[in-house]
C-alpha cells in the first residue's frame, strides 16, 4: 500500500547577498504534500534539501544597498528626470550620457548589471484606503503578450507570480525589451515576500536581472530547470552569486508570511512547467501560468488533474487562467502526434536537414534529437542561446542526446548530407540569427542548398510576421524546400484552446475569474467561454495593466476605482526605463523622414564667416537635390541676416527660427517632415 504520510522537506536557506555561501539567512520553509501525479510519472532527481522547523516566519532582509559613488571620469546618468512612455515629455529629447571611462566601457561591453543609466525613482503611488483583505494587481500581461507580472497581496504582504519582459513592437525602433512598471513594488519592497516564478520562458522570467535589486532583492522561487535557466541568464549580468533562487518541487508546500503557496505540474512547451495556488486568510488564488492539457507528453510529465480537482472541491476564489489561444477551438496538438509528423519530414527527406525553432523549445529539441537518431543523422548546433539551452537541459537531464549523435558545426563535411541534421536559432526572422546567415548566404559553415529541406518550428510573435516572410523568401529564392505550420503541422502551441479552457474552468470552479494573459480580444473571448459555462458576468473581470481587483472580508469582488499607472519601461542596452515618448518620437520621425543638419559658422557679431553647410541623412541625397539643398541654403542666410543679436552667445532663438522655417520650406517641396538640426558654431 503507499504511505500517504505527509512527508517534510525544506528548501535550502538562500545565500546572503553579494555572497556565494551555501549559508546565510533563514528562507520561508517549503513543505512536502503528498503528490497525486499519475503512477508512471517520473522526476528528475533532486539535491538533498536540509531539514528544519516549519514557521510562518517571514524573512529577514537587509536595507537597501546605498547607491554607489560615481566614479572618476563617470558621467552622471542624466540632466533631467526620465520620460516614462504615456507621460507628458519634456522639452529636452536628448538621450542621457554614457561613460567615457576606459574601465566602464569595457564593463559596458562585457554585458554587466544593467544599472548604468538607471532612472530616479517614480513619484509616490498612494491607494485609497477600503477595507480590502486581498488585492490582485496585473502590472503586465493584460491587453498584450508577454511580461507578464501579476502581483498579489494579502493583508499588507506582498507575492509577485512571475515577471518577465516583452519583445518591442514595431514603434520602438532601437528598444530592445519592454518591462513592466514596477514603481509600485519599489515603493513597497519591505512588503515583497518572495517572487513565484511558473516556468522558465522569457515573458516570465526575463525582467528579473533589471529589476531585483530594486525590489529589494526578494528570495525567487521556481522548479529545477526554471531555476537553471535564471541562474544562467544572471550569470551573464554577474548577478547570480547575488540573488536568491530557491528550488521547489511541484508536491512542495511553500509559507510566505500570509502566503500558503502549493503547486500543480501543467504541460506547456518547455519541461517543468507549474501552476500556482495561492491559499490566503481571504481565500484561494490560483494562477495558471502558461498551460495545455496534453495527455502524451514529450517529457512523460502529465498534468496534475488529482490537485487540480482537489483545488475546485476545497473552494477557489479567484482563477487566473492564460488566454493566448482562447480564439482557437478545438484542443491543443499533442507532443507526441507532432513528433510523428516530425518522423515523417525526415523519413521523406534525402538531403540535409535544417530546423529553426526558440531556444527554449525544449520539447522540440528532444523530439529532433530522437528522429535524427531513429534515421541514423549526426546533430549539430548553430547559435549561442541554442547550445546554451541544450547543455543546460542535458546536464539536468531534461534533454537526452543519444551517445554519438552530436557533432560541432565544424564536423558537418566529415559527413554527407543525408546524415545531417542541422538545429539552430532564427525562426522569428531575425538578421543576426544563424538562419538568418544562412539565409543571407553569410554564415560561416553552411550555405543553402536546393537539397536542403528547412523546417520553422514555431509560430511568428505578434509584429514579426513580414522578417519572417522575408527570410522564407530568402530561403526559397536559394532553392531550399521550407516547410512551416501552414503546410503542414509542425509546431504546437504551449497554450491551451477553447475545450481545454473550458476543462480548466470546470475543474477549479472559481467563485470569480479573471482571464489574463492575452491581448484585449483575447480576455474577452476567454471571459464569454466562462459565462457560457453558467459563471455570473458580473464574477468575471475583463482588466488591463494596473487595475485592481480587490476582495473584503466577506469575499465579494470589486474593481477598486484606484488604478495604478503602468507604463511602458523600455530597455535599450544598458538603459533601463530612461527612453521615454520624446526619444520615440525622435527615432520615429529620423526613421519614417530622415534628418537635415544646418551648419551656420558666425561671428560675434552675428554674421556668416562661410555659406552655411547643409548635411543630409535619410532624407534626401544631397548631389540628386541640388534645387532644395540650394532653396535651403538660400533661406539660412536670409534669416541670419534678418536675425537680430540681442544677447551675445545666446543662439537659442535663431536655433529656434531656423528650425521651424526651414522645416516649413522642405515640406512645401517634398511633402515631408524631416528633423531639422540647426548647429551655430561661433568663432
Same mark, same amino acid.
Given at each position: 500500500?503507499?504511505?500517504?504520510?505527509?512527508?517534510?522537506?525544506?528548501?535550502? *536557506?538562500?545565500? %546572503?547577498?553579494?555572497?556565494?555561501?551555501?549559508?546565510?539567512?533563514?528562507?520561508?520553509?517549503?513543505?512536502?504534500?503528498?503528490?497525486?501525479?499519475?503512477?508512471?510519472?517520473?522526476?528528475?532527481?533532486?539535491?538533498?534539501?536540509? +531539514?528544519?522547523?516549519?514557521?510562518?516566519? #517571514?524573512?529577514?532582509?537587509?536595507?537597501?544597498?546605498?547607491?554607489?559613488?560615481?566614479?572618476?571620469?563617470?558621467?552622471?546618468?542624466?540632466?533631467?528626470?526620465?520620460?516614462?512612455?504615456?507621460?507628458?515629455?519634456?522639452?529636452?529629447?536628448?538621450?542621457?550620457?554614457?561613460?567615457?571611462?576606459?574601465?566602464?566601457?569595457?564593463?559596458?561591453?562585457?554585458?554587466?548589471?544593467?544599472?548604468?543609466?538607471?532612472?530616479? #525613482?517614480?513619484?509616490?503611488?498612494?491607494?485609497?484606503?477600503?477595507?480590502?483583505?486581498?488585492?490582485?494587481?496585473?502590472?503586465?500581461?493584460?491587453? &498584450?503578450?508577454?511580461?507578464?507580472?501579476?502581483?498579489?497581496?494579502? /493583508?499588507?504582504?506582498?507575492?509577485?507570480?512571475?515577471?518577465? =519582459?516583452?519583445?518591442?513592437?514595431?514603434?520602438?525602433?532601437?528598444?530592445?525589451?519592454?518591462?513592466?512598471?514596477?514603481?509600485?513594488? &519599489?515603493?513597497?519592497?519591505?512588503?515583497?515576500?518572495?517572487?513565484?516564478?511558473?516556468?522558465?520562458?522569457?515573458?516570465?522570467?526575463?525582467?528579473?536581472?533589471?529589476?531585483?535589486?530594486?525590489?529589494?532583492?526578494?528570495?525567487?522561487?521556481?522548479?529545477?530547470?526554471?531555476?537553471?535557466?535564471?541562474? &544562467?541568464?544572471?550569470?551573464?549580468?554577474?548577478?547570480?552569486?547575488?540573488?536568491?533562487?530557491?528550488?521547489?518541487?511541484?508536491?512542495?508546500?511553500?509559507?510566505?508570511?500570509?502566503?500558503?503557496?502549493?503547486?500543480? +505540474?501543467?504541460?506547456?512547451?518547455?519541461?517543468?512547467?507549474?501552476?500556482?495556488?495561492?491559499?490566503?486568510?481571504?481565500?484561494?488564488?490560483?494562477?495558471?501560468? /502558461?498551460?495545455?492539457?496534453?495527455?502524451?507528453?514529450?517529457?512523460?510529465?502529465?498534468?496534475?488533474?488529482?490537485?487540480?480537482?482537489?483545488?475546485?472541491?476545497?473552494?477557489?476564489?479567484?482563477?487566473?487562467?492564460?488566454?493566448?489561444?482562447?480564439?482557437?477551438?478545438?484542443?491543443?496538438? $499533442?507532443?507526441?502526434?507532432?513528433?510523428?509528423?516530425?518522423?515523417?519530414?525526415?523519413?521523406?527527406?534525402?538531403?540535409?536537414?535544417?530546423?529553426?525553432? =526558440?531556444?527554449?523549445?525544449?520539447?522540440?529539441?528532444?523530439?529532433?534529437?530522437?528522429?535524427?537518431?531513429? =534515421?541514423?543523422?549526426?546533430?549539430?548546433?548553430?547559435?549561442?542561446?541554442?547550445?546554451?539551452?541544450?547543455?543546460?537541459?542535458?546536464?539536468?537531464?531534461?534533454?537526452?542526446?543519444?551517445?554519438?549523435?552530436?557533432?560541432?558545426?565544424?564536423?558537418?563535411?566529415?559527413? %554527407?548530407?543525408?546524415?545531417?541534421?542541422?538545429?539552430?536559432?532564427?525562426?522569428?526572422?531575425?538578421?543576426?540569427?544563424?538562419?538568418?546567415?544562412?539565409?543571407?548566404? &553569410?554564415?560561416?559553415?553552411?550555405?543553402?542548398?536546393?537539397?536542403?529541406?528547412?523546417?520553422? $518550428?514555431?509560430?511568428?510573435? %505578434?509584429?514579426?510576421?513580414?522578417?519572417?516572410?522575408?527570410?522564407?523568401?530568402?530561403?526559397?529564392?536559394?532553392?531550399?524546400?521550407?516547410?512551416?505550420?501552414?503546410?503542414?503541422?509542425?509546431?504546437?502551441?504551449?497554450?491551451?484552446?477553447?475545450?481545454?479552457?473550458?476543462?480548466?474552468?470546470?475543474?477549479?470552479?472559481?467563485?470569480?475569474?479573471?482571464?489574463?494573459?492575452?491581448?484585449?480580444?483575447?480576455?474577452?473571448?476567454?471571459?464569454?467561454?466562462?459565462?457560457?459555462?453558467?459563471? *455570473?458576468?458580473?464574477?468575471?473581470?475583463?482588466?488591463?495593466?494596473?487595475?485592481?481587483?480587490?476582495?473584503?472580508?466577506?469575499?465579494?469582488?470589486?474593481?477598486?476605482?484606484?488604478?495604478?499607472?503602468?507604463?511602458?519601461?523600455?530597455?535599450?542596452?544598458?538603459?533601463?526605463?530612461?527612453? @521615454?515618448?520624446?526619444?520615440?518620437?525622435?527615432?520615429?520621425?529620423?526613421?519614417?523622414? @530622415?534628418?537635415?543638419?544646418?551648419?551656420?559658422?558666425? /561671428?560675434?557679431?552675428?554674421?556668416?564667416?562661410?555659406?552655411? /553647410?547643409?548635411?543630409?541623412?535619410?532624407?534626401?541625397?544631397?548631389?540628386?537635390?541640388?534645387?532644395?539643398?540650394?532653396?535651403?541654403?538660400?533661406?539660412?542666410?536670409?534669416?541670419?541676416?534678418?536675425?537680430?543679436?540681442?544677447?551675445?552667445?545666446?543662439?537659442?532663438?535663431?536655433?529656434?527660427?531656423?528650425?521651424?522655417?526651414?522645416?516649413?520650406?522642405? =515640406?512645401?517641396?517634398?511633402?515631408?517632415?524631416?528633423?531639422?538640426?540647426?548647429?551655430?558654431?561661433?568663432?
Amino acid at each position: 500500500m503507499e504511505n500517504t504520510t505527509p512527508r517534510r522537506r525544506d528548501v535550502p *536557506p538562500p545565500s %546572503p547577498r553579494g555572497s556565494s555561501a551555501p549559508h546565510g539567512r533563514p528562507t520561508p520553509p517549503v513543505r512536502r504534500t503528498p503528490s497525486s501525479a499519475p503512477s508512471g510519472a517520473s522526476r528528475p532527481p533532486q539535491a538533498p534539501l536540509s +531539514r528544519g522547523p516549519i514557521s510562518n516566519r #517571514p524573512p529577514v532582509r537587509s536595507g537597501q544597498t546605498p547607491r554607489p559613488p560615481m566614479r572618476p571620469g563617470q558621467a552622471p546618468v542624466s540632466s533631467h528626470p526620465p520620460v516614462r512612455s504615456g507621460q507628458s515629455p519634456a522639452r529636452d529629447s536628448r538621450p542621457p550620457m554614457r561613460s567615457t571611462n576606459p574601465r566602464m566601457m569595457r564593463e559596458n561591453r562585457a554585458n554587466t548589471a544593467p544599472a548604468a543609466l538607471m532612472p530616479p #525613482p517614480a513619484p509616490q503611488i498612494r491607494l485609497t484606503k477600503s477595507n480590502a483583505r486581498l488585492r490582485v494587481i496585473p502590472l503586465g500581461g493584460l491587453e &498584450e503578450v508577454g511580461r507578464n507580472t501579476t502581483v498579489i497581496e494579502c /493583508d499588507g504582504e506582498i507575492v509577485v507570480v512571475d515577471i518577465g =519582459f516583452m519583445f518591442p513592437s514595431v514603434d520602438m525602433p532601437g528598444v530592445d525589451y519592454v518591462l513592466a512598471d514596477t514603481a509600485y513594488l &519599489e515603493q513597497n519592497k519591505d512588503r515583497i515576500k518572495g517572487i513565484v516564478i511558473t516556468h522558465g520562458h522569457m515573458d516570465h522570467t526575463g525582467a528579473l536581472p533589471y529589476v531585483i535589486k530594486k525590489l529589494g532583492n526578494p528570495p525567487v522561487y521556481g522548479t529545477k530547470l526554471t531555476v537553471a535557466m535564471i541562474r &544562467e541568464r544572471l550569470e551573464e549580468f554577474k548577478m547570480d552569486k547575488s540573488v536568491r533562487l530557491n528550488e521547489v518541487h511541484p508536491d512542495d508546500t511553500l509559507q510566505l508570511g500570509a502566503f500558503r503557496i502549493t503547486f500543480f +505540474r501543467v504541460n506547456h512547451n518547455i519541461p517543468d512547467a507549474v501552476g500556482v495556488a495561492l491559499h490566503t486568510p481571504a481565500g484561494t488564488v490560483v494562477c495558471t501560468g /502558461d498551460w495545455k492539457f496534453d495527455h502524451s507528453p514529450q517529457d512523460g510529465m502529465h498534468t496534475e488533474f488529482g490537485k487540480i480537482a482537489k483545488l475546485g472541491s476545497e473552494g477557489v476564489l479567484l482563477l487566473c487562467s492564460d488566454s493566448t489561444n482562447a480564439e482557437k477551438a478545438g484542443y491543443c496538438l $499533442s507532443e507526441r502526434d507532432l513528433e510523428e509528423n516530425i518522423t515523417a519530414l525526415f523519413a521523406k527527406t534525402e538531403g540535409r536537414i535544417i530546423v529553426a525553432t =526558440f531556444s527554449s523549445l525544449v520539447n522540440r529539441i528532444q523530439q529532433v534529437f530522437n528522429a535524427a537518431h531513429f =534515421f541514423n543523422r549526426k546533430v549539430a548546433i548553430s547559435g549561442m542561446s541554442m547550445e546554451k539551452t541544450i547543455t543546460l537541459a542535458a546536464k539536468l537531464g531534461f534533454i537526452k542526446v543519444p551517445k554519438g549523435c552530436l557533432i560541432k558545426m565544424d564536423q558537418l563535411r566529415q559527413y %554527407p548530407d543525408s546524415r545531417v541534421v542541422v538545429i539552430c536559432t532564427g525562426s522569428q526572422g531575425q538578421g543576426s540569427s544563424a538562419l538568418g546567415r544562412m539565409a543571407a548566404g &553569410e554564415h560561416r559553415h553552411i550555405k543553402i542548398q536546393p537539397t536542403d529541406m528547412v523546417l520553422l $518550428s514555431s509560430s511568428p510573435i %505578434p509584429g514579426n510576421e513580414r522578417a519572417v516572410a522575408d527570410l522564407m523568401n530568402s530561403l526559397l529564392r536559394l532553392g531550399a524546400r521550407v516547410i512551416y505550420n501552414k503546410l503542414f503541422d509542425i509546431h504546437a502551441s504551449g497554450h491551451g484552446q477553447r475545450e481545454e479552457l473550458k476543462m480548466m474552468l470546470q475543474l477549479v470552479r472559481p467563485k470569480f475569474f479573471m482571464p489574463y494573459h492575452g491581448e484585449r480580444h483575447m480576455l474577452v473571448q476567454h471571459s464569454e467561454i466562462a459565462t457560457q459555462m453558467g459563471m *455570473p458576468k458580473q464574477d468575471v473581470f475583463v482588466l488591463g495593466n494596473g487595475n485592481i481587483l480587490e476582495f473584503n472580508k466577506s469575499q465579494d469582488a470589486r474593481v477598486s476605482p484606484d488604478k495604478i499607472e503602468t507604463e511602458n519601461i523600455l530597455v535599450d542596452g544598458l538603459g533601463v526605463g530612461d527612453i @521615454g515618448n520624446v526619444v520615440l518620437r525622435d527615432r520615429q520621425v529620423l526613421a519614417q523622414d @530622415g534628418m537635415m543638419v544646418i551648419i551656420c559658422t558666425l /561671428d560675434r557679431a552675428g554674421k556668416l564667416v562661410q555659406p552655411p /553647410d547643409i548635411i543630409s541623412r535619410g532624407f534626401i541625397y544631397v548631389k540628386s537635390s541640388e534645387t532644395i539643398v540650394a532653396a535651403a541654403r538660400v533661406m539660412v542666410q536670409h534669416i541670419v541676416n534678418d536675425y537680430d543679436i540681442k544677447e551675445v552667445g545666446n543662439w537659442a532663438p535663431l536655433r529656434a527660427r531656423l528650425r521651424d522655417e526651414i522645416g516649413v520650406l522642405l =515640406f512645401q517641396k517634398t511633402e515631408r517632415r524631416p528633423m531639422v538640426l540647426p548647429v551655430v558654431i561661433e568663432v
